[in-house]
């Protein structure tokens, strides 16, 4: 079993950053970004493999946000620069077997962690 607990949401200006960690507690594989504003379906944000040499991220953030992972802590992180009105979400951390952009392959998830961005 493995869990992730999320942290580093909060309330920030347009165009401004934020870097949100996702803690896990044990072996994890690929981990993942989603995000779901409301009303809306949870959406792929950005993704990694177990050594970091294989990322995706959606059209929607490249050259914005970043994820990255520090296996020596057992976390990954999300580093979103220049934030945008539309990054308004709850932001959940996922770990999968696969690398993926599709929610159903990913086995664990955290509660979640709110990010607003204030035009």
């Known amino acids: 079993q493995v869990q992730l607990v999320e942290s580093g949401g909060g309330l920030v200006q347009a165009g401004g950053s934020l870097r949100l960690s996702c803690a896990a507690s044990g072996r994890t594989y690929f981990m993942a970004w989603f995000r779901q504003a409301p009303g809306k379906e949870r959406e792929f944000v950005a993704a990694?493999?177990?050594?970091?040499?294989?990322?995706d991220s959606a059209d929607s953030v490249k050259g914005r946000f970043t994820i990255s992972r520090d296996n020596a802590k057992n976390t990954v992180y999300l580093q979103m620069s220049r934030l945008k009105p539309e990054d308004t979400a709850v932001y959940y951390c996922?770990?999968?077997?696969?690398?993926?952009?599709?929610?159903?392959?990913?086995?664990?998830w955290g509660q979640g962690t709110q990010v607003a961005i204030d035009s």
């Open positions: 990694i493999s177990w050594t970091g040499n294989r990322a």
């Open positions: 996922a770990a999968a077997r696969v690398l993926s952009r599709g929610a159903a392959n990913y086995d664990y």
